[in-house]
């Protein structure tokens, strides 16, 4: 790359890096979205709450850091990460490969379980929801159930949240036969299907738990496979820029020993009322 | 920053710069329908339609345009009679949303330009043309409106160009325009500066060809001055005079 003829785009790039990465000893910065209830929301006086502050905030205990939570649109956490504006990124977010190919995880401190919802008016054929589907695996039978699953949401609106696992699995395994709309909050997705605007949405177990215990909830309900591995990675990991490794290695430390204690359970229960962290 | 990346996403934001484009264009020719008719009622002496005229613009330019969206989109989905009535045929895309709201938010910014333009027309024209025995709607048609719009031209031309750039809103209610489809490939590369200078440049591109095409239908509807400005002795003063004389057949 020819840097002198590129002064002004330099320019740019020197004002928004020079804000500068993580320094030892300093607060350790911890980006969330505010916006995806169990996993992270915003209190009614704006402070940020759920699972991920929970478990954050116990990790910090154990790993002996000062930790300070703030929100960040989904949208621009990653780049908020990398121009040094947060140490970690702590939302929900699936440890995938095309991420680690920007960022670093830590070990996974949650499972992914990712269900559709669609809305009861539709009348669909009945399909199970006991089903589940691993894409790592290629088992037959699993494939199966997605083909299945594939003709029977066909022709349907579904949503899913921009910049997501769910958004990169309908694109690639329903793309040709769905029309796909991306949404920046999780609540506007709600609210659309809610409305009708869509027929169905795909997102985590954790997330649509709290929609359909809602009363708006009442008009949808999951359906089909519980659909996990593959794109949606092992897991939620904590987001880490690449060089920060000694910080990753204290972050990996200290989920063993919330696990091992069995505190990073009893966080799982207390917002999902679920065990969504051991396998 | 990689400048391969910013020609390669040019041809993949293709899509959502058209969608980008439609929605301009349509907001805007719909915005220049509903605000003709808006400034001139709004120039009228009626107390009655005035006030109410300027309620509506005061409503759409003094709350943002996100709001507005919101409020049509998310908002009418909200309201169980909307969701059954006929209307949520149209209000259940969010196109159409998109375009109602635009097409509302634009119509009240060009009903005040152009009422700008309207009463910044000098009073003497319009006299000489009710001197001259024209009409209410002739004199509308005339003299009011092509010297209002002229007048109001380079202010309105500015209101399209504002208008290119709020179409990026429709991205927030899932609408895949330039805006949204950039953000969709950031999501995808984790590269926002090369594709958001990419959506910059098409942007730019864009309000080139705005101003250009204002710049010249600005210079068109000022060719009577140009030429005034270049014949400006008493010689072709007296011939015009005598030719307007002539045509009109009133004698000197």
Redesign the interface.
């Known amino acids: 790359?020819n840097r002198f003829k590129?002064p002004l785009?330099?320019l740019?790039?020197a004002l928004i890096f020079g804000q500068a990465s993580a320094q030892e000893g300093k607060t350790i910065k911890i980006a969330t979205e505010g916006a995806f209830p169990p996993w992270n929301s915003v209190d009614t006086s704006g402070k940020p709450q759920g699972f991920d502050i929970d478990v954050g905030t116990a990790l910090c205990q154990r790993a002996k850091l000062t930790c300070e939570f703030a929100t960040q649109a989904w949208?621009?956490i990653?780049?908020a990460l990398n121009v040094g504006k947060f140490d970690a990124i702590m939302a929900g977010m699936s440890i995938t490969e095309?991420?680690k190919?920007?960022i670093a995880f830590s070990k996974p401190y949650a499972l992914t379980s990712n269900y559709f919802v669609v809305r009861k008016s539709l009348g669909l054929a009945e399909m199970a929801s006991h089903l589940k589907v691993n894409l790592s695996s290629q088992v037959e039978e699993e494939r199966g159930i997605l083909q299945a699953l594939k003709d029977k949401l066909k022709g349907k609106i579904i949503?899913v949240q921009?910049?997501t696992n769910a958004?990169a699995f309908v694109r690639e395994y329903f793309g040709d036969t769905v029309e796909i709309?991306?949404?920046?909050k999780q609540d506007?997705l709600n609210?659309?299907l809610?409305?009708?605007?869509i027929d169905a949405g795909l997102a985590d177990y954790s997330v649509w738990k709290a929609f359909l215990e809602s009363k708006d909830g009442a008009v949808a309900a999951l359906y089909g496979p519980r659909i996990s591995g593959g794109l949606f990675g092992p897991g939620i990991g904590i987001g880490l820029r690449n060089q920060d490794r000694e910080l990753a290695e204290r972050f990996n430390g200290a989920i063993e020993a919330i696990e091992a204690d069995g505190s990073l359970k009893a966080i799982s229960l207390k917002w999902f009322g679920a065990d969504l962290v051991s396998n | 920053m990689n400048l391969h990346l910013i020609v390669d996403v040019l041809p993949l934001l293709l899509e959502g710069m058209l969608l980008t484009a439609q929605l301009t264009a349509a907001s805007v020719a719909i915005g220049l329908l509903i605000a003709v008719p808006l400034a001139l009622l709004r120039t009228s002496p009626s107390f009655v339609f005035s006030y109410t005229i300027l309620l509506y613009t005061f409503v759409f330019r003094g709350t943002p345009l996100l709001v507005q969206l919101f409020l049509i989109y998310y908002g009418a989905g909200q309201l169980e009679w909307i969701r059954s009535s006929a209307a949520w045929s149209i209000l259940r895309e969010p196109y159409w949303c998109a375009l109602i709201t635009f097409s509302l938010n634009n119509g009240a910014y060009t009903t005040e330009i152009l009422r700008g333009g309207i009463r910044a027309v000098p009073s003497g024209e319009i006299e000489a043309a009710k001197a001259l025995g024209m009409s209410y709607a002739l004199r509308i048609r005339r003299i009011v409106l092509p010297a209002g719009f002229r007048l109001a031209l380079p202010a309105y031309a500015n209101e399209v160009v504002l208008m290119l750039k709020a179409s990026s809103l429709a991205s927030t209610i899932t609408l895949m325009e330039m805006t949204g489809t950039a953000r969709k490939i950031v999501a995808q590369t984790f590269s926002p500066y090369e594709v958001f200078i990419a959506a910059a440049l098409i942007y730019l591109g864009f309000t080139f060809l705005i101003v250009h095409v204002f710049g010249r239908l600005e210079r068109h509807m000022a060719k009577h001055q140009q030429r005034a400005g270049l014949k400006n002795n008493s010689r072709s003063r007296v011939r015009a005079a005598a030719k307007i004389s002539a045509a009109q057949k009133v004698a000197p």
């Open positions: 790359m590129l785009a330099f740019l790039a949208d621009g990653i780049p095309k991420r190919q920007v949503g921009g910049s958004e709309r991306t949404y920046d506007n609210l659309d809610v409305a009708g605007r």
